[in-house]
């Protein structure tokens, strides 16, 4: 690990102040995700910034919604008593998250910003585009099972890691940011971006800005919600394919839906094409599986990650069936 200032900040602004005084500093929070990379040398930062004194800590009710602080502990966050009655979806993709001690740890804005755990991105023995762009991207030819299948292109094919990013997706969520330019709002489907010639630009959030809270809108589809984690073990695993749904329903009819996928793309998947199907049509498997082929349209597949076409469908399907009939949430 290479040597580093440290600095704690006292309010949001003077650690606005002090990050933007030097473009290699970074915020520390929880540390769960940006430790590992520093233990790495994947992430070199000359100076660390911590935030964890803010008053950044609380989960109150915002306009008929939520607003939830960046420094809430994801614990916290799954656990609160508002946010599983009212956005049960939220919770369910926390849970299903880490462990239980990184989950005490994590942070909703530690969370909005993790990076890729691609094995090549995380191993500077490779190149990756991600690290140091033009020097290419060894997962295309290699071993691409956990990488991406929506959203690609010739320079990354990495995957976004987070749980709780879906779930905010589908809740329309909104990312309240402070930078030395003033204070400004980024929607959850701006934030993250697709790799295209720029894959070492994970968000749209600046180098000097803080995100100092979330917004969850009030939404009549959001307690009718559900999210299903799909693999390889039953815990401290990362999404092959994750699914997060919302749906009003009318009687056997639905009114309106989200629908946002993890573990097939560099950004939290928003499939609003299967949102078009659903709404408007009959809560019923013949529906569920036309949003299930929207869902994954477009779908460019590598060597080893052709299953995940598949089991994204068949996981969309189950989840719909399962929000429909009013089941918590669950894994595979």
């Known amino acids: 690990m290479n040597p580093f200032i440290y600095k704690r900040a006292t309010d949001p602004g003077d650690a606005v102040h002090e990050i933007s005084g030097n473009r290699n500093a970074k915020f520390l ?129 990495a995957v976004h890691p987070s749980d709780m990013c879906v779930a905010l997706a589908a809740l329309d969520a909104v990312i309240n940011v402070r930078g030395p330019r003033g204070d400004r ?6 934030f993250h971006r697709l790799p295209g010639d720029t894959p070492n630009i994970d968000t749209n959030l600046q180098q000097d800005e803080l995100i100092v809270s979330v917004d969850l809108p009030p ?60 709404a408007g049509a009959p809560a019923n498997r013949q529906t569920f599986t036309a949003a299930a082929e929207a869902a994954v349209k477009g779908a460019q597949p590598q060597k080893y990650n052709a299953f995940k076409v598949e089991l994204a469908k068949r996981a969309i399907v189950r989840v719909l069936e399962e929000t429909a009939s009013g089941k918590t949430g669950g894994v595979a």
């Open 219 to 278: 939404a009549p589809f959001a307690k009718r919600s559900r999210y299903l984690k799909v693999r390889d073990r039953a815990q401290y695993a990362f999404a092959l394919v994750s699914v997060a749904v919302a749906l009003e329903l009318n009687g056997s009819r639905i009114q309106s839906a989200r629908l946002a996928m993890g573990g097939v793309a560099h950004k939290p998947w928003r499939s609003t094409d299967a949102e078009k199907i659903l």
């Open 185 to 190: 709002q980024i929607p959850i489907s701006d």
């Open 29 to 157: 929070g929880g540390g769960t995700n940006l430790v590992d990379l520093m233990k790495m040398e994947v992430e070199l930062p000359t100076e660390l910034v911590d935030i964890t004194r803010l008053n950044l800590k609380s989960i109150e009710k915002n306009g008929g919604g939520l607003r939830i602080g960046a420094l809430v502990s994801n614990t916290d966050l799954a656990t609160n008593r508002m946010v599983m009655e009212n956005y049960p979806v939220l919770s369910q993709a926390i849970l299903a998250g880490a462990s239980p001690q990184l989950r005490n740890m994590a942070t909703v804005g530690g969370n909005l910003l993790q990076r890729t755990r691609c094995y090549y991105f995380m191993d500077t023995a490779f190149p990756c585009n991600k690290r140091v762009p033009g020097s290419g991207c060894p997962a295309i030819p290699g071993y691409n099972r956990i990488h991406a299948i929506l959203g690609t292109s010739d320079k990354c094919i």
